[in-house]
């Protein structure tokens, strides 16, 4: 994003643990607290999020 002139910090970004992403138990361990998600970075993503702005190029008359 950011090669194509697009500006964001990291508190734009989000990475959701979706549950229906985690094929062998569909998060349900999570859910049912006997297992904690691994942190990000540690999991594989299948989603992230990303809130991004392109500055206008001043335009000349």
Do not use: H, M
């Not at 985690?22 to 006997?34: I, Y």
């Not at 999991?43 to 990303?50: I, M, S, W, Y």
């Amino acid at each position: 994003l950011r090669e194509q002139g697009f500006e964001f910090g990291a508190q734009n970004i989000s990475y959701p643990y979706l549950w229906w992403s985690r094929s062998s138990d569909f998060g349900l361990l999570e859910r049912w607290g006997l297992r904690k998600a691994p942190p990000v970075g540690q999991r594989e993503e299948t989603l992230v999020n990303c809130v991004a702005r392109k500055p206008v190029e001043n335009a000349a008359p």
